[in-house]
T-cell receptor, first 109, second 113 residues
Framework: GQSLEQPSEVTAVEGAIVQINCTYQTSGFYGLSWYQQHDGGAPTFLSYNALDGLEETGRFSSFLSRSDSYGYLLLQELQMKDSASYFCAVRDDDYKLSFGAGTTVTVRA | NAGVTQTPKFQVLKTGQSMTLQCAQDMNHEYMSWYRQDPGMGLRLIHYSVGAGITDQGEVPNGYNVSRSTTEDFPLRLLSAAPSQTSVYFC????????????FGSGTQLSVL
């Protein structure tokens, strides 16, 4: 089976940088994904890393180290609208995408 | 473009009642799945389908049935609801299996009394 660990909560001020770490244990591995979910809403896809290194999409970046079974999501220039829950997810050898428990990010003015 | 549509948005059941949560997508996606979300536990996979006529179990399948008679629809059936099934249910789809980008419906808040 799969096991994903990420912090439960992070609080930061507007304009700051937040890093959300995710460590995983899986029987197989295709890549690490990140999803954002605002309170009461549906999860939406943010990014995907299949290979080691950094992927940048605007203010958000995602990093993967396969040898360390570790990745992170970096949120830069934090805005109030970034207050949400963020989930890492991994796919093993078949069609099952498993999610971490989520990190609640609170942005303060 | 509707994307993934779930109905109903809210539902209250009594223990032992049955019901079907509906999910439809208009993107011609092969892969569809059902997740439940409980506080502090993230999203857990219930059942999934890689195409019409093909379904398989996820992490927490007990108490739920699915079928996939068309590419567009993937209903989730609760045969005899239990309080432990109180949760938020999300349907999700992707173009193919093993796609990392899932498109989620808006969710169904289910309470079983």
């Amino acid at each position: 089976g799969q096991s994903l660990e990420q912090p439960s909560e992070v609080t930061a001020v507007e304009g700051a940088i937040v890093q959300i770490n995710c460590t995983y244990q899986t029987s197989g591995f295709y890549g690490l994904s990140w999803y954002q979910q605002h309170d009461g809403g549906a999860p939406t896809f943010l990014s995907y890393n299949a290979l080691d290194g950094l992927e940048e999409t605007g203010r958000f970046s995602s990093f993967l180290s396969r040898s360390d079974s570790y990745g992170y999501l970096l949120l830069q220039e934090l805005q109030m609208k970034d207050s949400a829950s963020y989930f890492c997810a991994v796919r093993d050898d078949d069609y099952k995408l498993s999610f971490g428990a989520g990190t609640t990010v609170t942005v303060r003015a | 473009n509707a994307g993934v549509t779930q109905t109903p948005k809210f539902q209250v059941l009594k223990t032992g009642q049955s019901m079907t949560l509906q999910c439809a997508q208009d993107m011609n996606h092969e892969y569809m799945s059902w997740y439940r979300q409980d506080p502090g536990m993230g999203l857990r996979l219930i059942h999934y389908s890689v195409g019409a006529g093909i379904t398989d179990q996820g992490e927490v399948p007990n108490g739920y049935n699915v079928s996939r008679s068309t590419t567009e629809d993937f209903p989730l059936r609760l045969l005899s609801a239990a309080p432990s099934q109180t949760s938020v249910y999300f349907c999700a789809s992707s173009l193919r299996g093993r796609e990392e980008k899932l498109f989620f419906g808006s969710g169904t808040q289910l309470s079983v009394l």
